[in-house]
């Protein structure tokens, strides 16, 4: 479906009432409604619940895609929970062998802080060094392989560690001439990586209302970011507390290469 063909249709909500789309996409429709109201709602699911478009045509094809959605959804859980297994039990053949000959793990030890860093060498999990090599595939593997959790997902982009630091999961917009692109925009903020990659500013839409309290976060943050051109999660670095101007969000980078064991950063 050409989610375009659908703006300008009118929708009935269950509760807000009449309505009409204004922007829509594969993941989001924008509605306005005649109490003067902007909402936003997944697409297609929220068609499956509580809107109704005003052509039938369309509501039958919307709900088909919701429901081969669904299908492929319950197709790839099942694909990602045996991956998971796998893995699991390949981490835990590896416990199993370093603790029977400890004296043959390949990972130097740096206990006090190396002088120099190999840069070939910082995925070094065993010996909790992270650094700009370091990437995953998902959320989960990520908080699973650092930070000690068991999840079979995770899809939030913000995890609190509750021990002042947290990790972050941001989109990283492209850059196409002045502008930038990201498909974050569509759920109210855009996601921008300094050249130097020493600060992320995450910038509110205009559009939508800013969601947070106002107070930003004063954790410490590990930020794992995917970038267009690579769909996994890279660690750019252990960035400092963040601090509000105006409609941004900024983070500075203090940390590339950190020992998560102590949080001690090495670089």
């Not at 070939?120 to 990520?142: L, Q, W």
């Not at 109210?188 to 300094?194: F, K, R, T």
Request: aromatic share 10%; charged share 25%.
């Amino acid at each position: 479906m050409n989610t375009s063909s659908l703006i300008g249709h009118s929708v009935i909500h269950i509760s807000y009432g009449p309505g009409e789309i204004l922007t829509a996409n594969d993941k989001l429709v924008l509605v306005r409604f005649e109490t003067g109201e902007y909402r936003k709602f997944q697409f297609p699911q929220a068609f499956a619940s509580y809107l109704t478009i005003d052509d039938d045509t369309l509501q039958a094809e919307i709900l088909d895609i919701d429901k081969a959605r669904k299908r492929q959804a319950d197709a790839e859980k099942m694909q990602k929970e045996a991956e998971n297994a796998t893995e699991e039990a390949h981490r835990t053949n590896e416990a199993k062998a370093l603790a029977v000959a400890p004296q043959k793990a390949s990972s130097p030890k740096l206990a006090g802080g190396p002088k120099t860093v190999n840069m070939t060498e910082v995925r070094m999990y065993g010996d909790g060094i992270i650094g700009p090599e370091t990437s995953f595939a998902t959320h989960a593997d990520v908080l699973n392989t650092l930070f000690g959790y068991r999840y079979k997902h995770f899809q939030k982009a913000y995890k609190d560690l509750d021990n002042g630091y947290g990790v972050w999961f941001p989109n990283i917009a492209s850059r196409v001439g002045d502008k930038y692109l990201s498909s974050d925009e569509y759920w109210g903020w855009v996601n921008i990586m300094s050249d130097s990659g020493d600060t992320v500013t995450q910038i509110d839409n205009p559009e939508y209302t800013y969601s947070g309290t106002g107070e930003p976060d004063k954790n410490k943050c590990f930020i794992f970011a995917r970038f267009e051109r690579n769909k996994r999660y890279t660690f750019i670095g252990l960035f400092g507390p963040a601090r509000r101007e105006g409609n941004k969000t900024i983070r500075t980078r203090i940390g590339k290469i950190v020992d998560i064991r102590n949080m001690k950063i090495l670089k």
